[in-house]
């Protein structure tokens, strides 16, 4: 891949499935992911990177927001576990709002986040990592501060980003 590409493929999952955070509805209609999670993120990342100039992780939602790499020591559409890049978003009010666990902003001055500090967290930015080391990182959103969901989206919510079962405070799986 040349350095000015932008990719953007399927994902692996840890058993080789597709992964993309497509859904279907009740009725089996496939919605597309920004239009189910739209209202819920400010933020969301499911592989999009541009390497050109600054390296950046770009948003699947309309409004196109980056996420900063610095350091960037990866290639493709995942972030592995052990990378030593430091990702930034910009300070924006709404990044700065829904920052609630002061993650990415502490005072409302940006923090470098690392990918360790993306899985060993729990925190309104939710983020799909591999269940095994390396923990590679394959999806992360930012949701709204004011995001509110019912148990049917945060039981979807988990599943979609292969959230631990106590994530929201509440068993998220319907077995």
Partial sequence: ????????????????????????????????????????FDFLWTGLVSYEGPDYLISDLPDRRKITVTGRDFGGTYIPGGSAATFTLPTDADFVA???DHLWFVGGVQQNVTANDLVTGEYRT????????????????????????????EDELAADFDLWLFWMGLINYTL
Avoid: Q, R
């Fill in 1 to 40: 891949m040349d350095a000015g590409d932008v990719c953007h493929v399927l994902i692996k999952d840890l058993v080789g499935e597709e992964f993309d955070l497509s859904l279907n509805d009740n009725e089996g209609n496939e919605e597309d992911e920004s239009d189910k999670w739209g209202p819920y």
């Fill in 126 to 153: 939710v983020v799909k990592f591999a269940n095994a080391p390396p923990y590679d990182i394959t999806a992360i959103g930012l949701l709204k501060h004011d995001a509110v969901f019912t148990s049917t989206l």
């Fill in 98 to 100: 829904d920052d609630l």
